[in-house]
């Protein structure tokens, strides 16, 4: 079973950028296809972006293309999230695992966009 740490998260205003990390521990990782999701007080948790196992392909949801980019470095089994052109309603704790969520859940990481 893979265990994943994130870290990153802050506070920052409307329009600035932050860059999330998620270190990953399973030796399988090389060959998993990751993901970020998110979850807002009230809201379902989400999926925000995906990732194959190599970086070769990606994906987002219509709320943040354009604005996230997801990026891996299998060396270093991390996994990241750039985040610019922030708005309040990215206000939220942001979690990584594998695209089929067959990790356990981390702590997730908050971001918080003030206007």
């Known amino acids: 079973q893979v265990q994943l740490v994130e870290s990153g998260g802050g506070l920052v205003q409307a329009g600035g950028s932050l860059r999330l990390s998620c270190a990953a521990s399973?030796?399988?990782?090389?060959?998993?296809?990751m993901a970020w999701y998110r979850q807002a007080p009230g809201n379902e948790r989400e999926l925000v972006a995906t990732?194959?196992?190599?970086?070769?392909?990606?994906n987002y949801a219509d709320s943040v293309k354009g604005r996230f980019t997801i990026s891996r470095d299998n060396a270093k089994k991390t996994v990241y999230l750039q985040m610019n052109s922030l708005n309040p309603e990215d206000t939220a704790v942001y979690y990584c695992?594998?695209?089929?969520?067959?990790?356990?859940w981390g702590q997730g990481t908050q971001v918080t966009v003030s206007s």
């Open positions: 695992n594998t695209f089929s969520r067959s990790a356990y």
């Open positions: 399973g030796r399988l990782f090389s060959i998993t296809a």
């Open positions: 990732i194959t196992s190599s970086g070769g392909s990606t």
